[in-house]
């Protein structure tokens, strides 16, 4: 268990991931300098990225940490994420500056903070966090894409951290292209992981789906397509 919910595991399908030892990898001090995750719609990746965030400026002063989504969307339910987590009753949530959590992030009493970012390209370049943040790829294009990538500076002897997360949308698009890349990269010395997780890795008894979740899930694809 962790913040009220059920981490998926073990992993399923062979060289596939459980979503915990995927929170790991984010949270331990030797963590890498990025983390790709590809995984099926509507699987937990926002709740797991949320989780690191409340984890991370939690426990870490002076770390900013930003949010920018493929969609205003995606940005927005991470930060529901993150406020549910402060009303938890076992929450420090004196440390939260002015009490709550705002459409926009937070601000924290140990000088860390979470702030989530409009997908356009003036947000994109302004701001230099530590950690950064990229929620469903394949919703943007390549320009707002590596303009984000400028964001991540060290600061306050924090380096720089990114996650990459989304579904594989669109055949020849970027996740598609960035699922390569790390395959790659990852044979070359790189410090980067790629974390997939697909369907079968869902359903119960080792995850939240049931079986009548996933023909719902099949329906609405093939609708859709």
């Known amino acids: 268990m962790a913040f009220g919910y059920t981490l998926p595991g073990p992993a399923v399908c062979p060289h596939h991931s459980a979503q915990l030892d995927v929170l790991w990898d984010m949270i331990k001090p030797d963590r890498p300098d990025e983390i790709l995750i590809h995984a099926t719609r509507s699987s937990g990746k926002t709740l797991l990225m949320s989780m690191f965030a409340y984890i991370a400026t939690v426990t870490m002063d002076n770390l900013e940490l930003n949010i920018f989504g493929g969609s205003h969307s995606q940005s927005k339910q991470l930060i529901k994420y993150l406020d549910a987590f402060f009303r938890n009753p076992f929450a420090p949530k004196e440390m939260l500056r002015g009490g709550n959590v705002n459409k926009t992030g937070y601000e924290l009493t140990n000088g860390s903070s979470v702030t989530a970012l409009a997908a356009s390209s003036k947000a994109a370049r302004s701001p230099h966090p530590q950690f950064l943040i990229q929620d469903e790829i394949d919703e943007m294009t390549e ?66 789906m049931t079986p009548e979740d996933i023909l719902a899930k099949r329906k609405q694809v093939t609708e859709r397509t």
Not at 172 to 177: E, P
Not at 180 to 203: A, P, Y
Request: with cysteine; proline share 5%.
């Open 143 to 208: 320009e707002l894409y590596e303009a984000t990538l400028g964001q991540p500076t060290r600061r306050h002897g924090i380096r720089p951290f990114v996650i990459k997360a989304s579904t594989e949308q669109y055949e020849g698009g970027l996740m598609s292209n960035l699922i390569e890349q790390f395959k790659k990269r990852q044979g070359s010395g790189d410090n980067i992981l790629l974390h997939e997780w697909c369907v079968k890795d869902m359903v119960q008894p080792y995850g939240w």
